[in-house]
């Protein structure tokens, strides 16, 4: 079983709607965790961490589920420009190994 | 800040020859990320780094891989012999301990 697994999709998202994934993570011990974006042949982006109350940035809503080992990231009133691959980011119960899941991609369509 | 600097940006060389990529991190950052990105296999971490010592090489794939931090602005990812299946991009990523990695461009490298 991979660390962390993603649906890789892709998302097909009409413009406007919202899209919510989820990503799974096997150590229970993980300490942090993060959704990264990725553009085509571009390097990941820090989009936002995920705290255990859940939090908001905008448009994006992450969740924590440390009972069932996963998070989650919602998109509303999708844009064009949310097209992308997100990816889950796990940090490790110590010494800071940011492990990736596979990414899902969403396409946001007019 | 610059962000992280790798280079080169692209390399293409024969099968058998030695490969040296760089990374520079950002200044201040005490943690330091190799990662190999495929289509099949996705993002893989190689090894990092924590104030220059090398914590996890599980995920370097095996002795033609090394990777040095000789000091806190600078590492190297070397791969002798390099073979066509290490045709990927290689990415090189910093932070402080708090997780919030800043990745690099990326180095596309292709053997053939």
């Known amino acids: 079983r991979k660390e962390v697994e993603q649906d890789p999709g892709p998302f097909n998202v009409p413009e406007g709607a919202t899209v919510a994934f989820n990503c799974t993570y096997s150590n229970s011990a993980s300490q942090s965790f993060f959704w990264y974006r990725q553009d085509c042949r571009k390097e990941p982006k820090l989009l936002m961490s995920v705290y255990s109350s859940g939090n908001e940035d905008g448009r994006f809503t992450a969740q924590l589920n440390r009972a069932s080992q996963y998070i989650s990231l919602l998109i509303r009133d999708s844009k064009l420009s949310d097209s992308a691959t997100y990816l889950c980011?796990?940090?490790?119960?110590?010494?800071?190994?940011?492990?990736f899941g596979g990414g899902t991609r969403v396409l946001v369509k007019p | 800040d610059a962000g992280v600097i790798q280079s080169p940006r692209h390399e293409v060389t024969e099968m058998g020859q030695e490969v040296t990529l760089r990374c520079k991190p950002i200044s201040g950052h005490n943690s330091l990320f190799w990662y190999r990105q495929t289509m099949m296999r996705g993002l893989e971490l190689l090894i990092y780094f924590n104030n220059n010592v090398p914590i996890d090489d599980s995920g370097m794939p095996e002795d033609r891989f090394s990777a040095k931090m000789p000091n806190a602005s600078f590492s190297t990812l070397k791969i002798q012999p390099s073979e066509p299946r290490d045709s990927a991009v290689y990415f090189c990523a910093s932070s402080l301990r708090d997780g919030k990695a800043f990745f690099g461009q990326g180095t596309r490298l292709t053997v053939v």
């Open positions: 980011v796990v940090n490790g119960a110590a010494g800071n190994k940011l492990t």
